[in-house]
């Protein structure tokens, strides 16, 4: 009975690199939701995707980030010329109704 | 747009003391869910709340849902080093087809043993 799954659980990445980050939902869910968590914060939503959809990227930044949940594969969610700013634990959640289910997260560091 | 606030942002307590945390949103929730986060953990579902004045409890957690549907709280009573952890309230945000939860900034529970 896997959960979600996240990987990498720890990302290092050097300014203006590119962070790739993984997540596979719970066996049956189809709804993939991205939250970002900065130190001492809450969750702040930025993505919501089903298969081959986005459905709602009002909380993803215009610039740099962008999300895509393939018909065959993880999601990913991909930071392009990471800056130091963008240093977080990143978490995914699937659900297959109202509650969601969070996977253990990625957290990046931007050196 | 949609607001949680929560409050204290962080509690200490002495173990066997009570805890409460209180979350409130600036528009009328369909429903509730309230969240744990072990510190380095992921947040962890608790439950949802539906009903306007809905209660509800597991073990030593008491959970409210206010009657206008814009506030709830988490008690817990006698607490215990194993309650250590940022708790979180969420809201739904519905449109359309769309559905995502809207955070507060959770409160910090620390217990000295």
């Known amino acids: 009975n896997a959960g979600v799954m996240q990987n990498p659980r720890h990302l290092v990445r050097r300014r203006g690199q590119e962070a790739r980050l993984r997540c596979s939902p719970m066996k049956g869910h189809s709804h993939v939701y991205w939250y970002r968590q900065l130190p001492e914060e809450g969750l702040k939503f930025m993505v919501y995707?089903?298969?081959?959809?986005?459905?709602?990227e009002s909380g993803m930044p215009k610039e740099r980030f962008s999300a895509e949940f393939p018909k065959e594969g993880p999601s990913i969610l991909r930071i392009q010329q990471v800056v130091r700013g963008d240093s977080a634990a990143y978490f995914c959640a699937s659900s297959g109704g109202d509650e969601q289910f969070f996977g253990p997260g990625t957290r990046l560091t931007v050196l | 747009g949609q607001q949680v606030m929560q409050i204290p942002q962080y509690q200490h307590v002495q173990e066997g003391e009570d805890f409460t945390t209180y979350c409130n949103s600036s528009t009328t929730l369909s429903n509730i869910q309230w969240y744990k986060q072990r510190p380095g953990g992921h947040p962890v579902f608790l439950i949802q709340l539906v009903k306007s004045g809905e209660v509800k409890k597991q073990k030593r957690l008491t959970f409210q849902f206010g009657e206008a549907k814009k506030n709830s709280s988490l008690h817990i009573t006698a607490t215990q080093t194993t309650d250590v952890g940022t708790y979180f309230c969420?809201?739904?945000?519905?449109?359309?087809?769309?559905?995502?939860?809207?955070f507060g900034k959770g409160t910090l529970l620390t217990v000295n043993p």
């Open positions: 995707l089903q298969k081959e959809n986005i459905i709602d």
């Open positions: 969420a809201g739904p945000v519905w449109g359309g087809s769309n559905y995502k939860l809207t």
